[in-house]
């Protein structure tokens, strides 16, 4: 799938917006291939794989589009 990095945190986290998705898709920085947190900004497109986690959907092998 791919995305837009909607919202990053100073937690090491954030949220990805989904085309024809209502809900963001929330991401960790210890998911991240190839980019560190650091280099990632809003507005960036990603590309990611979706996993079920304890708490929803989250976003995994997430990496520059």
């Known amino acids: 799938m791919t995305g837009t990095i909607k919202t990053l945190t100073d937690k090491g986290f954030g949220f990805i917006s989904r085309e024809?998705?209502?809900k963001d898709i929330f991401f960790h920085s210890?998911?991240?291939?190839?980019?560190?947190?650091d280099e990632l900004q809003?507005?960036?497109?990603?590309?990611?794989?979706?996993?079920?986690?304890?708490?929803?959907?989250?976003?995994?092998?997430?990496?520059r589009a």
């Open 42 to 63: 809003t507005g960036d497109q990603v590309s990611f794989e979706v996993v079920d986690s304890e708490k929803g959907p989250a976003a995994t092998k997430v990496s």
């Open 30 to 37: 210890k998911e991240l291939v190839g980019v560190t947190f």
């Open 20 to 22: 024809g998705e209502a």
